[in-house]
């Protein structure tokens, strides 16, 4: 109950009218960021960041977040009319949200997805305001040796779930992020290392990387790809509010969806995307109409949409608490939290116990702003996704260089951003993940300096990594993790599962 009083204190202090209006500008530009193909949740919290510099520090974080869950459900609308998903947040609501829209029931699959967002979102604000307290208590037992091994398993596990088909790619990723972090002054000592110019000695920038993985690379490969025909065909039956009954006859999808999302995000670096992608096959696996999905299900499309919204506050308890982004725009936050003097971590609860319940709070703006123009703006959004790409990416890659050289003044960073977005922009061309690379770049430091710190505290010895509980528990998923990859582990768990089942049948 203290939780949800907190949650409604916090609220109240921000239903203020200039909030108010932050809300509401901040989340219809994300929903059009959003809905714009090429233009991700990422990229436009990172180019936001950028100019939230000079505001308080309220005030910028509420513009974030809105800017963050806009995007997120924005996505859905480009998904819907044109089978371009938005942002790779929104690739499952395509499946069944274009077959509805070429039916003539696209208000339909509009107003399913903006319940499903509503209630995801939700869902995962419950269970963060609940969860987060109890995670920050629990990540004051770390010390250094749990810290590095949290990196390890932040960059590892995001590796491979990011690209399940092909883990490797995903590990290689993130080594090519923890490399780049490696770039400049170490932590403990101020050795300048892999440094061949004085600009770098201070390190590789998080934000203009992330604005050229995220921005410039976006861009380019929204420009190599097609543009998409908008599904005209309009049922007169067809209606943008859903009614009660509609919703309430998928209330387990939706509650499954939400827990599913939620305990995504928390995974470090994991995403939106396998949150929709995972909501979707848990519904198809236990629904009554297999066969429906991809074809216009109504409750696919609900179940994706519930899925990739309950990320959002999944992915914001490891962020605030241990200070391990749970998806690359939580990534992004992490950073602007600190430029705006709050710093996530173990010890946000001694230091500002009423952050979490501060966040919660703006996450139910976000989300009922969300919803006002989910229903009330269809049109205009469909009028957004008629912008020619040979007008918007060149604003788009203004607005790049622009923030990035805004945030420091210098050229050097401008440069860096252009090379991270060639770079990026060939990696995706390989089928390479930006979110563990991202990742690594975060955790880089953190790594590199609770290794050497336990060392330094151990003389040197090793067996305390692997000795301590916590420890211990990370080596052993670690392990677990890397061993599931190799076909001979899910082979033997496969004979083991089949003689479990034979002795249960007998």
């Known amino acids: ?128 305001v609940m969860v987060a307290p109890l995670l920050a208590e629990l990540a004051l037992e770390f010390g250094s040796y749990e810290m590095f091994w949290l990196a390890v398993f932040g960059v590892l596990i995001s590796g491979q779930l990011t690209v399940t088909n092909a883990p490797v790619k995903g590990y290689i990723a993130g080594i090519l992020g923890l490399m780049v972090a490696m770039i400049g002054s170490e932590g403990l000592h101020a050795y300048v290392r892999f440094s061949p110019t004085q ?120 962020a605030l608490t241990l200070a391990v982004p749970g998806s690359a725009s939580a990534a992004v936050l992490i950073a602007a939290l600190f430029i705006h003097g709050i710093r996530p971590g173990p010890m946000i609860m001694i230091e500002q116990p009423q952050f979490i319940s501060t966040m919660g709070a703006i996450l139910i703006l976000a989300v009922i702003a969300m919803t006002i123009y989910g229903i009330t703006m269809t049109r205009l959004f469909v009028q957004v996704l008629r912008v020619p790409y040979a007008y918007l990416m060149p604003l788009v890659f203004t607005l790049c260089v622009v923030g990035t050289y805004a945030l420091s003044q210098r050229m050097f960073d401008v440069y860096v951003m252009i090379i991270f977005g060639l770079a990026g922009f060939v990696l995706r061309q390989m089928k390479y993940p930006m979110a563990p690379l991202v990742l690594g770049i975060i955790l880089g430091t953190m790594l590199d300096t609770n290794l050497r710190r336990s060392l330094m505290l151990g003389n040197g010895d090793l067996w305390p990594f692997v000795t301590r509980p916590i420890s211990a528990v990370f080596v052993a998923i670690i392990v677990m993790a890397i061993l599931l990859n190799f076909g001979f582990t899910r082979r033997f768990l496969a004979g083991i599962r089949a003689r479990v089942m034979r002795r249960t049948d007998a």
């Open 1 to 128: 109950m203290t939780a949800l009083s907190d949650l409604g204190s916090a609220l109240w202090a921000l239903s203020t009218p200039m909030m108010l209006f932050h809300v509401a500008w901040s989340m219809l530009l994300g929903i059009v960021v959003g809905a714009l193909p090429g233009l991700t949740a990422t990229m436009g919290v990172a180019l936001m960041v950028t100019l939230t510099y000079s505001m308080d520090t309220t005030a910028a974080i509420l513009v974030l977040i809105c800017m963050y869950v806009g995007a997120i459900y924005g996505g859905s609308r480009s998904a819907i009319l044109l089978n371009i998903p938005g942002t790779p947040a929104s690739a499952a609501t395509s499946l069944d949200g274009y077959p509805l829209a070429r039916a003539g029931r696209a208000g339909q699959a509009m107003g399913l997805a903006t319940a499903g967002s509503m209630l995801g979102t939700l869902v995962g604000i419950l269970v963060m």
């Open 199 to 318: 600009q770098m000695n201070g390190g590789i920038g998080l934000i203009p990387a992330m604005v050229g993985v995220f921005g410039l690379a976006e861009v380019m490969t929204a420009m190599w790809q097609r543009q998409g025909v908008l599904a005209a065909a309009r049922d007169k039956s067809d209606r943008i509010v859903p009614s009660f009954g509609e919703v309430w006859r998928y209330r387990a999808t939706v509650l499954r969806s939400g827990v599913i999302g939620t305990i995504v995000g928390v995974i470090p670096g994991v995403g939106e995307d396998i949150g929709a992608w995972a909501s979707y096959a848990t519904a198809k696996r236990l629904s009554k109409k297999p066969e429906e999905y991809g074809q216009g299900s109504t409750e696919g499309l609900i179940a994706a949409e519930t899925g990739n919204s309950a990320v959002v506050p999944g992915s914001l308890i490891p």
